[in-house]
């Protein structure tokens, strides 16, 4: 049988060292020899003898933190020797190399996948989100180890060595330590008030050193009633 299905390209990339790889730019393969953690429902293939866990949002206390906030990941631990891949509705995937003492905030919805050895929480976004329906919550990993990232699109890394500002639902993640707010990106005027807008009233701000990753597409607004967003902030303020 022949079929260009078949080069090199699309065959399974093997590696003598387990843990997260690329298979290719839109799938995650995970050579497991213990356990990772993963999102639900993004396992698309396995070989080898695998088992998977359902665990909410990674715990108890993440787990109500999610429910009060409506922010969080959905994971599963994977655990078991074999190989096993990954994607999330055909978008592109990134994996990350964190140190010690590296921090990453990422937004919940991007999350694909994780090595277990890392440290995750979900944490409230200092000053954004308040008059935006972005939420108010991003999940924060540290620790040593890899994660795997979603984008909708090929993103761009901006340096933060000015100040910046993004659309708060093309954030896809950015360097712990910086300083968010949010900025009016639209000056309010005649034109505001008879209905004319240019759809970004209002942009995250980023102040400080690092980085943030800016997808080419905006992730779809938060359902839920203004008493809603207004009850996850103030759980929120309770919980960080």
């Known amino acids: 049988m022949r079929s260009a299905l078949f080069s090199a390209e699309n065959l399974e990339k093997e590696s003598a060292q387990p843990g997260l790889r690329l298979q290719n730019s839109k799938m995650l393969k995970i050579e497991l020899n213990g356990e990772a953690m993963a999102r639900v429902g993004s396992m698309v293939a396995y070989q080898g ?83 935006s329906s972005s939420g108010l919550f991003n999940c924060v990993f540290s620790g040593h180890g890899r994660i795997a990232i979603t984008t909708k699109g090929t993103p761009v890394v901006l340096n933060v060595d000015q100040p910046t500002y993004v659309d708060p639902q093309a954030a896809v993640c950015w360097s712990a330590n910086l300083q968010t707010g949010y900025h009016r990106a639209e000056q309010l005027g005649l034109g505001t008030l008879l209905g004319r807008s240019t759809g970004e009233a209002f942009t995250m701000s980023f102040a400080g050193q690092g980085f943030v990753v800016v997808q080419p597409s905006e992730e779809p607004p938060v359902q839920g009633s203004g008493a809603q967003q207004q009850q996850g902030g103030l759980l929120g303020g309770l919980l960080s």
């Open 49 to 131: 003898q695998v088992q998977f866990q359902a665990l909410g949002s990674g715990g108890i206390g993440k787990f109500i933190k999610q429910r009060l906030t409506g922010e969080g990941v959905p994971l599963m631990k994977i655990s078991g020797q074999g190989d096993v891949f990954l994607a999330d509705l055909s978008k592109d995937v990134h994996v990350i190399d964190l140190e010690p003492g590296d921090a990453l905030s990422i937004n919940g919805s991007s999350v694909l996948a994780f090595d277990s050895t890392l440290q995750y929480d979900i944490r409230m976004v200092g000053g954004a989100g308040m008059a």
